[in-house]
Each structure stands twice: as structure tokens, then as C-alpha cells.
């Protein structure tokens, strides 16, 4: 009977110290859950305190020190970029300065030289004339080679024109130096004449005539241009050398060779416009050859420099569309005041516009090369049609003998 009656009751203890725990622990999260809603109100008090008793002013001091940080680490990036942008754009100038051209190739470089070989072929006899040449090559030779350059002769004394010297060949030594040769006609000249023989008694009483003698060399002088100095020299003494020159033949070809030819009927339109067109550009003047030229560079024409007197071998091609041509003539003009005939080419562009013939260009490679590109271009698409129609053509032969093939397999 205990037994039973005890059962009961430990279950209603052990149930009451559960419910127990359980309200315990709800407790316990409501309290916190109390703090935690009081501490949230205790920061926001405290906010409102630190907004009120803030100085007036805080916000724009707080943004302008943002904005100060902010324009610091912009002026620090601007700083960064410049440094690699000028490493690299040194880099570049290094490359530039490397692939720089040879400034003793240049037209000044030439001139330059061509002055030193008329200082150095002409001299007079004497101590006094030695000085002064000297004088005259220190501005082309360093100090070392002046006294070699500075020969001379005590019999011979040497002259030469400045239409003497011919240019024939430049040569790249590269670091500023080049090789500049020169076909020179150099005159020499012996005052006291030949010499006399023993016991020539008949040239004894004749005058002295002085003796002359006119020869072609080919000389080399090597120049070097100073950057530092801004300036050439004649760094080594210039070297005796020889040019097999010879015949030029029939070779080269004319800037038309290639281009499609015209004889048709209008050849003889042509022919007619070419002659009125070569007196008005020997006679008139620009108002007027702006109505039959194009050509921008050619509205002055010859301005009665030359006179027309005929045309010779003409040759018709045709241009870039339609209703332009090209055509190539030997041009006779003389000159006014002597008549004297020289013959000319001309390569002349015409474009027909409402029945009549304008020039569009005289003398206009740029014109020719692209019409040469255009008809390689022209001809290669042939060719890959041609190519693609034997292709498709052997394609279709194989399957019809396949085709054969199969049906007598079925027979």
C-alpha cells in the first residue's frame, strides 16, 4: 500500500523540480533580455549625450579630415603613376634613342664632306699657302691628322671646282658615321712647265708655258657626327677607292609596264585633248588651267617657261574606274629665247567628266602603285575562282563516277 501511494507522490516531486528548472531558466533569459533592452537604452542616452555636448562645428572637422585622407591617398596614387609612367616613358626614349638615325647620312653630312674634298684637293706653292691650308683643315680634321692631311707639292699646285665633286655612294657605318664617296676632277698645274732636255737649245728662247693636267679620282672620306659638340668632323684621312661604273642598260622599266593598254576608238579623243592640253600648260595661266587640272600641285603649269612643240609615243592604259585613263607621251619643249628642243615625259592621269577630259594628275606615282595593288589584288580572286570551279568540277566528276560505280555494282 506505501509502495503504491509512494509512487505517485515522487513522480509529482520529481515533475515540480522540473517545472522548477523551467521557470528558472525563463527567469533567467528574461532577465537578460531586460539587461540587454536597458544597456541598448543606456547607449542610446549616452548618444544623445555625446550629440549634445558635442561642439559645434564636429561634423565639418570629422568630414574634412575624410576629405584630407582622401585628397592624400589620391596625391599619393598621381605620385605612384608618374613614377612608372616616366620609367617607362624613359624606357621608350632608350629604345628611340636606339633606333635613332644615323645623322651622318644626312644632307648636311654630304655637304659637309663635299666642302672638306674642295679644301683638301686645292693648294698653291709655297710655306705661306701650307700655313693657311692647314689653317683651313683644322676645321675638318683633328689636330693629329692635320699635319698628313697637309701634303702638297713644291712643283704641282691643285685646284678643283665645287661642280666637280660628284656624289656616287653613302655608306652606314652606324654610331654616327659614314663613309661619303666622291668622283672628284682635280687640275694640276706645273708653272715652270716641262722640264727641259740637256742641250735643247730650241726651247731655250721659247716663253715657259705652264703645264696642265686634268684626272678623275674617286675618294672616300669618312665623317663622324659629334652630338656633344653638335657638330661633324673628318675622323680618319679620307682613302683613294675606285667605282666600276658603267653603261646603264635597258633594264628598268617604265612606271606603266603592266598596265592594261587601250586601242579603242577613243585613242584618237585622247590624242586630241593632249595636244590642246600641252599648249594651254606651256601658256596660260592658273585661272584658266584650273578648268582642265585637277592637280593641285601642277595649276601654275610652265608659266611660259618652256614652249610646246610636240608629242611623241603615246601610250593609253586603263586607270582606276571607268572614266579615268592613263596615259604615257614624250613631251618635245623648247626653251624661248634659244629654241632649243629637250623632250620630257609626262605620265598624266584624265578623268572624263560630261563629255570633256580633265587632268587629274601629272607625274602621280602614289596613283599607278595603287592601281598596280588593286589589279594583283583583282588577279588573285580570279585565281581563287578559277581554283574553287576545278575544285567543285573535280568534286562533281568524282561522284558521278561513283555514282557509275555503284550502279553497275547493282546490275
Given amino acids: 500500500m506505501n509502495k503504491k501511494e ?19 531558466i525563463v527567469k533567467k533569459s528574461m532577465d537578460v533580455l531586460k539587461k540587454s533592452s536597458e544597456n541598448e537604452k543606456r547607449k542610446k542616452d549616452m548618444r544623445k549625450l555625446e550629440k549634445k555636448s558635442r561642439p559645434k562645428g564636429y561634423r565639418a572637422k570629422k568630414l574634412g579630415a575624410i576629405t584630407f585622407w582622401m585628397l592624400f591617398l589620391f596625391m599619393l596614387l598621381i605620385v605612384f603613376v608618374n613614377i612608372f609612367s616616366s620609367s617607362g616613358s624613359s624606357n621608350a626614349s632608350d629604345k628611340a634613342d636606339n633606333l635613332q638615325v644615323n645623322k651622318a647620312l644626312a644632307a648636311e653630312g654630304v655637304e659637309f664632306s663635299k666642302g672638306f674634298v674642295a ?11 701650307r700655313e693657311h691650308r692647314k689653317e683651313k683643315l683644322s676645321y675638318y680634321l683633328p689636330e693629329k691628322l692635320n699635319d698628313l692631311a697637309v701634303t702638297g707639292d713644291k ?3 691643285s685646284t678643283i671646282a ?5 656624289l656616287k655612294e653613302v655608306e652606314d657605318l652606324g654610331d654616327n658615321r659614314a663613309r661619303i664617296i666622291f668622283q672628284v676632277k682635280i687640275s694640276f698645274e706645273n708653272p715652270n712647265g716641262q722640264e727641259k732636255k740637256e742641250n735643247d737649245k730650241a726651247t731655250e728662247k721659247e716663253p715657259v708655258v705652264p703645264e696642265k693636267i686634268e684626272t678623275v679620282k674617286y675618294i672616300s672620306v669618312p665623317i663622324f657626327y659629334d652630338d656633344e659638340a653638335n657638330r661633324f668632323a673628318v675622323f680618319e684621312l679620307p682613302s683613294f677607292t675606285y667605282l666600276d661604273e658603267q653603261k646603264i642598260g635597258k633594264s628598268i622599266e617604265f612606271e606603266t609596264e603592266g598596265l592594261k593598254p587601250i586601242k579603242d576608238g577613243s585613242t584618237q579623243n585622247v590624242r586630241a585633248f593632249m595636244e590642246t592640253f600641252f599648249e594651254a600648260y606651256t601658256n596660260d595661266a592658273k585661272d584658266k588651267l584650273t578648268y582642265i587640272i585637277e592637280d593641285p600641285k601642277h595649276q601654275n603649269g610652265l608659266n611660259k617657261t ?8 603615246i601610250e593609253i592604259f586603263e586607270g582606276k574606274k571607268e572614266n579615268e585613263k592613263i596615259v604615257r607621251t614624250e613631251v618635245v619643249l623648247a626653251e624661248p629665247k634659244t629654241g632649243i628642243e629637250f623632250t620630257s615625259t609626262y605620265i598624266l592621269v584624265l578623268t572624263e567628266k560630261e563629255m570633256r577630259y580633265t587632268v587629274l594628275f601629272i607625274n602621280n606615282k602614289q596613283y599607278i602603285d595603287e592601281l598596280k595593288d588593286k589589279k594583283k589584288v583583282d588577279e588573285e580572286k580570279e585565281l581563287d575562282k578559277e581554283g574553287k570551279k576545278d575544285n567543285q568540277e573535280q568534286d562533281s566528276k568524282g561522284e558521278t563516277n561513283q555514282s557509275d560505280g555503284k550502279g553497275t555494282g547493282n546490275e
Avoid: H
Avoid at 6 to 21: A, E, T, V
Fill in 6 to 24: 509512494g509512487g505517485p507522490q515522487n513522480l509529482r516531486k520529481k515533475l515540480g523540480k522540473s517545472n522548477d528548472k523551467k521557470d528558472g
Fill in 162 to 166: 665645287w661642280e666637280n665633286i660628284l
Fill in 306 to 313: 618652256m614652249d610646246f612643240v610636240s608629242l611623241k609615243n
Fill in 155 to 157: 712643283k704641282w699646285s
Fill in 119 to 129: 679644301e683638301y684637293f686645292t693648294w698653291n706653292l709655297g710655306n705661306e699657302d
